[in-house]
């Protein structure tokens, strides 16, 4: 082990399913050597112990949906040297996001037995809308390879190899048959960022936007052909309204086909 | 004089999700113990509404990313019970496999990651594997193996692509499972290490006469599908659930408590499982478990750390069994009919316990209603009970090991707080015409 000071991660959780850093730990052949490459001083999901910021890559998954959440993620971002967004969650606001399009109020009397004991915003954002992000990871969940490049990237000071282009491309290059093509699937590969390993098509189903818009989509001419199809508005409104709803470029296309 | 101490822990550690103790003592008793569920709500029971049926499983795995099978799977069923068809033969077995894979996964998490540190003196299993790494090595690699399971099968670990009301997008061929057998082979021999690693903790002597709730099939170790039935004669049908089980609203946790048939807090989870269903495990699982000495029914909760790792052998022996006697159905998944207005419920086995779906359908398929009780929320009374009964044995301990063993006694239990939370919802809902 390298006698200099080990980096310091912390891993934070806001509005999630936990599943985001649950992949630190699917990284079953490499968890104890990134426990012995870097301090794990922060982890709840992991240890009781926590040892004191500043934290030199801080982890964040999760949405902010609370009062009290939009102070924490000051704390978070002034307690660390460097912040990656791990998640839809945390990078567009989750599958909660659907709250930003209904009125919460009414929202919460569906559901809750005594809304005046939650105390919860009118909508569930991203991350970086309260504070600078450093680089922001996409999926619903992240990839475990996608995660250990960043981790590596941002401790040792270089680009994150991220590529931001479609699923389409990859889809390709796998020399998979097009769904919608061939089999007149909706799929969203065409502007959805890859990453997951073109799970979907592979599997002979439409892409369903995990990761998020791919850089300058276009979503327009997507819902043309959707309708094409003879998918109607509420089908393509679903569509691009799910775990990214909140991805600037998912949501506009959303609202030209619905409320 | 009453005096007065309060033990507040103000963030629980290696639990999923975000959770708090709030524990007062008068007069040297126990005078409440509160688990405080602070998770943010996600209101998944609203935001279901207007949404097509075949969107559920996706929708409701992103509740929990340590057991989204098990809402897939329990959601899946609820639409089929919708639409009155069901996925039999091979497809049923392939949800069988998958749930395997989930079980050995999020139950190995629980017992080397979360859980053995609390018996082995370390803070987690990072600082536990600098004495016991082989342990720990073994561990990841078990773990691992279920999460291939999900992976070969399901597309990915965490949220897995491949499920789909009627059955599957695509079934894998037997060659593309074949690796999976090799690997269960070297993971049956890793389980059983695990029960006997287990079995030597040590453990205090506690127990408590809880009420057991599980799900029973005529002739499996249940995962998708049997009957709800009870330690205390309960035995009714999954589309029965509302007429015996209550929630309840209390204002310091944002999840509800369950109560069965207005008794107080029952036990879903692996104890209760295993309490129901001995008769149903393979005899050398049974005698596996004879020889961890928690025999037919295990009231110690401390111990649910043995029956977790019987579970996860029991998992490895189905999964080979399962890919051992497959044949890749014609179709991968069931033909569906036009939807029609109809309710449908799903409970299956989720790694924790008990998971409950209910949805109301449109006449376009559209979900009108949706609620979902998953096993942290019926297991919460029982938590309470728990600390309320044993912490008064712990009061002479100085604050903060007493802080120590109350923690450990929420763990016994794997809570699964972001499963808890979604789930607040209206009470007044069950007098207001529900059906």
């Given at each position: 082990m390298p006698a200099a000071r080990r980096p310091k991660l912390a891993v934070w959780k806001f509005a999630s399913c936990d599943g985001c850093q649950l992949t630190i730990l699917d990284c079953e052949d490499e968890l104890l050597a990134l426990a012995d490459a870097v301090e794990i001083a922060y982890f709840p999901e992991a240890r009781r112990g926590q040892i004191r910021g500043p934290y030199d890559l801080s982890l964040v998954e999760g949405s902010v949906t609370t009062p009290h959440d939009r102070e924490r993620i000051q704390a978070v971002r002034r307690a660390s040297k460097k912040l990656v967004t791990i998640g839809a969650c945390a990078t567009a606001g989750g599958i909660q996001a659907l709250r930003n399009f209904a009125d919460v109020r009414a929202f919460a009397a569906a559901v809750?037995?005594?809304?005046?004991y939650i105390e919860t915003l009118s909508a569930s954002t991203a991350i970086a809308r309260h504070v600078p992000v450093d680089f922001e990871l996409r999926g619903c969940p992240i990839d475990k390879t996608q995660l250990l490049d960043v981790m590596t990237a941002f401790l040792y000071g270089r680009k994150p190899n991220v590529p931001a282009h479609s699923v389409c491309l990859d889809c390709k290059r796998e020399g998979n048959l097009c769904v919608m093509v061939a089999h007149g699937t909706a799929c969203l590969g065409p502007v959805t960022q890859t990453g997951c390993g073109v799970l979907c098509p592979s599997h002979n189903r439409g892409c369903y936007g995990c990761f998020g818009p791919k850089e300058t989509p276009n979503t327009a001419a997507l819902a043309a052909w959707l309708r094409r199809l003879g998918l109607g508005d509420g089908e393509i409104m679903r569509l691009y309204r799910t775990f990214n709803a909140d991805a600037d470029a998912f949501r506009d296309e959303s609202r030209r086909h619905g409320p | 004089m009453a005096r007065s101490r309060t033990i507040e822990v103000g963030y629980l550690a290696r639990v999923e999700g975000e959770g708090a103790l709030h524990l007062s003592v008068r007069s040297d008793r126990v005078d409440r113990a509160e688990l405080r569920i602070?998770?943010?709500?996600?209101?998944f029971e609203a935001l279901l509404r207007g949404r097509h049926y075949s969107e559920a499983p996706d929708i409701t795995s992103r509740i929990c990313g340590i057991c989204p099978v098990a809402y897939q799977m329990s959601a899946v069923h609820a639409m089929e019970a919708a639409l009155g068809v069901t996925a039999g033969g091979q497809l049923r077995a392939l949800r069988r496999l998958l749930y395997c894979g989930e079980w050995i996964e999020s139950h190995t998490l629980h017992i080397y990651l979360l859980q053995a540190p609390d018996f082995l003196g370390a803070e987690s299993a990072i600082e536990l594997a600098r004495t016991q790494r082989a342990a720990v090595e073994r561990g990841l690699q078990l773990k691992k193996v279920g999460n291939e399971i999900l992976r070969v099968l399901?597309?990915?670990?965490?949220?897995?692509?491949?499920?789909?009301?009627?059955?599957?997008y695509r079934v894998p061929t037997p060659q593309e499972l074949k690796p999976l057998a090799e690997r269960l082979d070297w993971a049956e021999a890793a389980a059983r290490d695990t029960v006997s690693w287990v079995a030597g903790f040590d453990f205090p002597d506690l127990s408590r006469d809880y009420e057991f709730v599980a799900l029973r099939h005529p002739n499996e170790y249940p995962m998708n599908e049997g009957q709800i039935v009870s330690s205390r004669g309960l035995d009714i049908a999954v589309a029965e659930y509302d007429q015996h089980f209550a929630e309840q609203h209390v204002p310091y946790t944002h999840a509800l408590q369950s109560r069965l048939d207005g008794r107080s807090g029952y036990l879903a989870g692996p104890l209760a499982r295993f309490a129901l269903n001995f008769d149903r495990l393979p005899a050398d699982v049974q005698q596996a478990a004879r020889a961890a000495g928690v025999g037919a029914v295990c009231r110690n909760p401390y111990q649910g750390i043995i029956v977790r790792a019987l579970e996860v052998l029991y998992a490895c022996i189905e999964a080979r069994r399962i890919i051992a006697a497959y044949e890749r159905p014609a179709e991968p998944a069931v033909a569906l009919p036009a939807p029609r207005p109809s309710v449908g419920h799903g409970a299956t086995e989720a790694p924790r316990g008990l998971l409950y779906h209910r949805y109301e359908l449109d006449a376009d398929g559209t979900i009108a209603a949706a609620n979902i009780v998953p096993p942290t929320a019926q297991n919460q009374a029982s938590i309470e009970e728990d600390l309320r009964e044993f912490a008064g044995s712990w009061l002479a301990l100085p604050d903060a090991q007493l802080r120590l063993r109350c923690e450990a006694a929420i763990r016994n239990y794997d809570p699964c707080i972001s499963c808890a939370t979604?789930?607040?919802?209206?009470?007044?809902d069950r007098g207001a015409g529900d059906g």
């Open positions: 809750y037995a005594s809304p005046q | 602070f998770e943010p709500p996600r209101f399901g597309g990915r670990e965490v949220h897995p692509i491949n499920v789909k009301v009627g059955g599957f979604h789930f607040l919802r209206l009470t007044v």
